[in-house]
């Protein structure tokens, strides 16, 4: 029997309809997405994760566009979303069907020379689609490239789910240079400086971005309507991507523990610190479920924590973490002193890119007791220390913000020592030999991808 046999008698003309769709175009306008090392690996399929509303689904349309314009014809980039509601029902088995209608129409690309590209949004939704994935790996002519909702589709699920055959590739909402292509404004050549009046319009563009973030659908809008369509997105992620999903029952902890996290952006994190305060107002929850709790939140990508450097695994699980949200935009949401913290967001910021460029990071305690925001090591070799300020022009903070990067290059000599500032002005007038300091918007701009 047959998957047209088994599936609803709706089914395959819907599906037809789907195809059919995505053939005729056009292809959606859309910003286009740094992302970091290869999209595509041979025999596996692409998951593309991240936070919602983070632009995946875009981004799987900027792959089938690049592949448009090098000259594959758009009826031979197959793409369909899942999440119409008239697919509700849909299983494994009748996943089937998309082959067997795709290929019928055009029955030249079975095994054809050139890979068809299959497009296969928020197949999560479908119970099973891991055996349809592997067998379309393995009986066709594909390449393969799903999007699937954050805590659905996580990377080490892929993994088990595919046996192997899976490549992952993390969509942020918008970095500085993304924001600033998506507002159609200029993004500067990197190996020139810019003039005065271009580094000016840079710099307001940045410190609005610290305020705003990077969540697409977020740019441009007013700060009423963008805070609550970011806090929309935080009550989604929490209900559906946490509760729904993990069966949480605890649901008021939960809350407090997102709105702690977010509201106390680049702060350090202690479980056991935070199941006292709870336990004095009256909130029962046991420590573990918090750990469980912050372990959903970092896999759906609302919250992103970092560990103390060390060589010694109980030192670094007695010490607190680092936690920070997945976009600047959030912190004005939940910080509750109004003070709108320049810093916490400069330091959310560059977490974020070194996130990107898929460093492995920690934080640093040096040895007299001071602290240096990051030690990255890159896929490259390379090893930075950074030091995030967002003004470092007086003379005081200067020299406590570099104090802690010596102290630390005794200890990591071969780190490259850095500091990052919000703008040109906020530079320390002296820095120690080795040592660069230069705005964070001149960072990511001078390193992007």
């Known amino acids: 029997m047959d998957a047209s046999s088994q599936a609803p008698a709706h089914l395959a003309p819907l599906l037809a309809e789907k195809l059919a769709d995505a053939a005729t175009g056009p292809l959606p306008v859309v910003t286009p997405r740094r992302t970091a090392g290869p999209t595509m690996f041979p025999g596996k399929a692409t998951a593309v994760i991240g936070m919602r509303r983070a632009g995946k689904t875009?981004?799987?349309?900027?792959?089938?566009?690049?592949?448009?314009?090098?000259?594959?014809?758009?009826?031979?980039?197959?793409?369909?979303?899942?999440?119409?509601?008239?697919?509700?029902?849909?299983?494994?088995?009748?996943?089937?069907?998309?082959?067997?209608?795709?290929y019928r129409r055009f029955p030249d690309l079975r095994e054809g020379k050139a890979p068809v590209l299959w497009c296969l949004d928020e197949i999560q939704v479908v119970p099973g689609w891991e055996r349809f994935v592997r067998r379309l790996l393995d009986n066709e002519v594909v390449e393969v490239v799903l999007t699937g909702s954050s805590a659905a589709l996580l990377s080490r699920?892929?993994?088990?789910?595919?046996?192997?055959r899976a490549w992952s590739i993390v969509i942020h909402p918008f970095g500085f240079d993304e924001a600033l292509r998506h507002a159609g404004l200029e993004v500067p050549d990197p190996s020139r400086a810019p003039s005065a009046r271009?580094?000016?319009?840079?710099?307001?563009?940045?410190?609005?971005?610290?305020?705003?973030?990077?969540?697409?659908?977020?740019?441009?809008?007013?700060?009423?309507?963008?805070?609550?369509?970011?806090?929309?997105?935080?009550?989604?992620?929490?209900?559906?991507?946490?509760?729904?999903?993990?069966?949480?029952?605890?649901?008021?902890?939960?809350?407090?523990?997102?709105?702690?996290?977010?509201?106390?952006?680049?702060?350090?994190?202690s479980v056991e610190r935070f199941h006292g305060a709870l336990k004095s107002q009256g909130i029962a929850?046991?420590?573990?479920?918090?750990?469980?709790?912050?372990?959903?939140?970092?896999?759906?990508?609302?919250?992103?924590?970092?560990?103390?450097?060390?060589?010694?695994?109980?030192?670094?699980?007695?010490?607190?973490?680092?936690?920070?949200?997945?976009?600047p935009g959030l912190i004005p949401i939940f910080d509750r002193t109004g003070r709108g913290n320049q810093g916490h967001a400069l330091e959310t910021v560059a977490l974020l890119e070194l996130e990107r460029r898929q460093a492995?990071?920690?934080?640093?305690?040096?040895?007299?007791?001071?602290?240096?925001?990051?030690?990255?090591?890159?896929?490259?070799?390379?090893?930075?220390?950074?030091?995030?300020?967002?003004?470092?022009?007086?003379?005081?903070?200067?020299?406590?913000?570099?104090?802690?990067?010596?102290?630390?290059?005794?200890?990591?000599?071969?780190?490259?020592?850095?500091?990052?500032v919000a703008t040109q002005a906020g530079l320390p007038a002296v820095?120690?030999?080795?040592?660069?300091?230069?705005?964070?918007?001149?960072?990511?701009?001078?390193?992007r991808g």
């Open 360 to 420: 492995d990071v920690t934080y640093v305690r040096t040895a007299e007791g001071h602290e240096v925001d990051f030690l990255a090591r890159h896929p490259d070799g390379r090893v930075e220390l950074i030091q995030v300020c967002a003004d470092a022009s007086n003379q005081e903070t200067a020299a406590r913000e570099l104090r802690a990067l010596v102290e630390a290059r005794r200890e990591f000599p071969t780190a490259i020592p850095r500091i990052l």
């Open 58 to 102: 875009c981004f799987l349309q900027q792959l089938r566009g690049e592949r448009f314009r090098r000259g594959t014809p758009l009826e031979h980039l197959p793409y369909v979303n899942f999440e119409d509601e008239r697919l509700a029902g849909l299983e494994a088995s009748h996943l089937a069907l998309l082959p067997e209608i795709f």
């Open 198 to 269: 271009e580094r000016s319009k840079i710099e307001r563009a940045f410190l609005d971005y610290l305020v705003t973030g990077g969540f697409p659908e977020a740019q441009g809008l007013a700060t009423a309507p963008r805070m609550q369509l970011l806090r929309d997105y935080v009550d989604v992620a929490i209900l559906r991507d946490v509760v729904e999903r993990h069966a949480v029952t605890n649901v008021t902890a939960l809350r407090w523990l997102v709105r702690h996290l977010l509201g106390n952006a680049a702060s350090p994190f």
């Open 431 to 447: 820095v120690p030999d080795g040592t660069t300091a230069e705005p964070a918007w001149a960072w990511i701009l001078g390193e």
């Open 157 to 164: 699920e892929i993994a088990t789910a595919l046996r192997g």
């Open 285 to 327: 929850v046991g420590r573990d479920t918090l750990h469980e709790m912050l372990a959903r939140l970092q896999d759906c990508f609302l919250v992103r924590t970092l560990w103390m450097e060390s060589t010694s695994e109980r030192q670094r699980m007695v010490n607190p973490r680092k936690a920070y949200p997945i976009d």
